[in-house]
């Protein structure tokens, strides 16, 4: 099966290959500049220049460039601490797609900025709604590719139509040296041989639904990254019990509004998350303060 892409889809298209995919590829969203832009921001969070990074290595402050971006796998919030990354959870290409597939009003609740040098491993099969659930199954991921994502240096690996099921499928804890510190899912009625690689260019969007099972493989190429800003957005219509335990009726309010409108704006806006780093598991599992 092919990699649904597109570069300027018509409404009805790119709701209809989203539904029926759970995955949608907008090749090119962002420009060269732009791309430009985030690798040099990201450079700037990695040395700590813009803020505080939860469980960051110790640097000694003369790391060249390629030095500092192998110490980091991924950084969680970013957003918090750099105005650019926070700007771009709302890029016209994002939120385009967001509004013809959820609807108007769009929130986003969090952003991950992956490294992920040569030797770096990926993360084992997962559905992005176990983390982050929402009441209403509008989840959705916004993958930028940063640099070109291949089977080489660990691109995504998706499991076309897997979402449609409407099920979370049991979370394990894993140990595989081929993935990160992040729980696998297991007992789902399909195998490797099912899951198709997500290759695209620096610049592309990939859009894949919080039930979909996806992972990605470490990445094996001799040098390089693969990097990638990951977002996460959902409907302002639904309530987001995030980090709430079993409350139903919690709203989990540090967000932003990306589109439309928030219902819920009455019950104003929090400042509870934090950067910080997402483990690898070469130092053991342990996840910072602020997870």
């Known amino acids: 099966m092919s ?45 700590g220049e813009l803020g505080a990074i939860s469980g960051a290595p110790r640097l000694s402050g003369e790391e060249t460039d390629d030095e500092l971006m192998q110490r980091f796998l991924c950084i969680h919030h970013p957003h918090k601490i750099s105005r650019v990354v926070a700007d771009y959870l709302a890029h016209p290409a994002i939120t385009d797609v967001l509004t013809q597939v959820i609807g108007p009003n769009v929130k986003c609740m969090q952003a991950m900025l992956f490294i992920k040098s040569a030797g770096k491993p990926g993360q084992a099969w997962h559905q992005d709604e176990d983390f982050i659930p929402t009441r209403d199954r509008s989840l959705i991921g916004a993958w930028i590719a940063l640099d070109d994502a291949t089977t080489e240096n660990g691109c995504l690996w998706v499991i076309p139509g897997s979402h449609r099921h409407g099920i979370l499928w049991e979370l394990r804890e894993q140990r595989d040296e081929q993935f990160d510190c992040a729980d696998e899912a297991v007992g789902f009625p399909y195998s490797d041989e099912d899951a198709i690689p997500v290759e695209v260019t620096a610049g592309s969007i990939v ?49 932003l ?35």
């Not at 029926?20 to 791309?35: C, M, P, Q, S, T």
Request: charged letters at 25%; glycine letters at 8%; aromatic letters at 10%.
């Open 3 to 47: 990699t649904p892409t597109t570069d300027q889809p018509a409404v009805s298209e790119t709701r209809t290959r989203y539904l029926r995919d759970g995955y949608l590829v907008v090749k090119d969203a962002l420009a060269r500049v732009e791309i430009e832009q985030l690798t040099t921001e990201a450079i700037r969070i990695c040395r």
């Open 207 to 255: 859009f894949f639904n919080g039930y979909l099972l996806h992972r990605s493989l470490p990445n094996r190429a001799s040098s390089g990254y693969r990097r990638a800003l990951v977002n996460h957005y959902m409907s302002a219509e639904s309530l987001l019990p995030w980090r709430a335990g079993v409350d139903a009726t919690a709203d989990f309010r540090d967000i």
């Open 257 to 291: 509004m990306v589109a439309g409108t928030d219902p819920y704006a009455y019950k104003g806006f929090e400042s509870r998350l934090t950067t910080h780093i997402r483990p690898d598991g070469s130092g053991g599992c342990e996840w910072p303060e602020g997870s």
